[in-house]
């Protein structure tokens, strides 16, 4: 299965073949996993990439409930996963993003803009979906204090959505997003590893919509340059996203966390409900908004003082070219009925010259 025509052959192994070759190699390793799972001997190993293996069962009033503790082990269930977003975000350029370029024809810039905020558009919007699906189902918009009660919190579904998170890694160019490669990871491993789950799933959502409001923005811009509202209204919905994020965060680590019984640290139940690690998570979450802030508020100041500037610059070529007009008829003079005359009118002699 070839995902991309290639005009050109590069030595196997090699960097570009890699790269240009990566999805097709992804896709027969998921291939041969599959397979796996067809044989007895080999089903046990494939089993550890699909599933994950730590899982515990309880009966509520619903009837018995799958939940899932974290191990090694799922180190094998996010490698499959990511795999699998990688096939797909081939899928998506080869036809989706690919076809609408030709139908472009944008600069090789814009081009490689427009192909990022396309897979990033895309990833967010299924990961949104998905986020909204399990908090709609588990009632946390309905019951907000299920955020911090019956700490610490597991659950399989956040597994997945870590996994398509660390696929920024391939979607993004790492020497310049490596900074907020960085914060995903980090923040997604700490609410992980920290059972924060449900916390974390409520902030990805409100990052994931955000981030995607900005992609969306950029491709409306990139197929009509005079759409920038929607930058004004992503604007907007980035200060929002960061002070609901900070009020979130207080509200459930701050104050609902604090009200628990049991602030032990245990590591074989997997509570880390202490003071110092309250602590430690709300400086990290408030220091990483406020750098982001900054950021904004920054690129935002930098963005105003350049229209400015142009503003001044166009003001000036207007005034400069209005002004070479004014000293143009006052040292020519100016035409009537065909014939040219002096614009003080002292010339007693008319020339007859062709009309313009």
């Not at 990833?123 to 709609?136: D, E, H, P």
């Not at 900005?214 to 759409?227: A, G, K, M, Q, V």
Request: charged share 20%; net charge positive.
């Amino acid at each position: 299965m070839a995902f991309r025509r290639r005009n050109k052959s590069y030595p196997f192994f090699s960097q570009e073949f890699l790269i240009q070759n990566h999805a097709d190699i992804v896709f027969s390793l998921v291939i041969f996993i599959l397979i796996g799972l067809m044989f007895e001997t080999t089903a046990k190993t494939a089993i550890l990439f699909i599933q994950p293996q730590y899982n515990i069962s309880t009966m509520s009033a619903d009837g018995e409930v799958t939940l899932y503790l974290y191990g090694w082990k799922d180190c094998a269930t996010v490698l499959f996963y990511l795999c699998i977003t990688i096939i797909l975000h081939a899928v998506v350029q080869e036809y989706v993003l690919d076809k609408v370029n030709r139908r472009l024809h944008l600069s090789k810039s814009k081009n490689t803009k427009f192909n990022e905020s396309g897979q990033l558009c895309v990833f967010y919007l299924v990961s949104s979906l998905w986020s909204l699906y399990v908090i709609a189902t588990e009632g946390y918009l309905l019951h907000p204090s299920s955020l911090w009660e019956n700490y610490p919190h597991v659950h399989l579904r956040y597994i997945h959505t870590q996994t398509q998170s660390m696929h920024l890694m391939k979607t993004e160019e790492i020497p310049r997003q490596l900074q907020y490669i960085s914060l995903y990871l980090l923040h997604i491993l700490a609410a992980y590893l920290l059972n924060l789950t449900r916390v974390g799933l409520v902030l990805l959502f409100l990052q994931y919509l955000s981030e995607m409001g900005f992609h969306l923005s950029r491709l409306f811009y990139f197929i009509d340059e005079n759409h920038h509202k929607m930058f004004e209204m992503w604007s907007i919905g980035f200060v929002l996203t960061r002070m609901i994020t900070l009020t979130l965060m207080f509200l459930a680590v701050g104050f609902g966390l604090a009200r628990s019984e049991n602030q032990t640290l245990d590591l074989e139940v997997g509570n880390f409900n202490t003071l110092s690690i309250r602590l430690l998570v709300l400086f990290v979450v408030c220091f990483t908004q406020s750098w982001l802030l900054w950021k904004f508020f920054r690129f935002q100041l930098s963005r105003t003082r350049e229209l400015r500037l142009e503003q001044v610059a166009r003001k000036r070529v207007a005034a400069k070219q209005q002004m070479q007009r004014t000293l143009k008829r006052d040292s020519v003079g100016y035409y009537e009925n065909g014939l040219i005359k002096a614009e003080n009118g002292t010339s007693p002699r008319l020339k007859k010259i062709k009309a313009p």
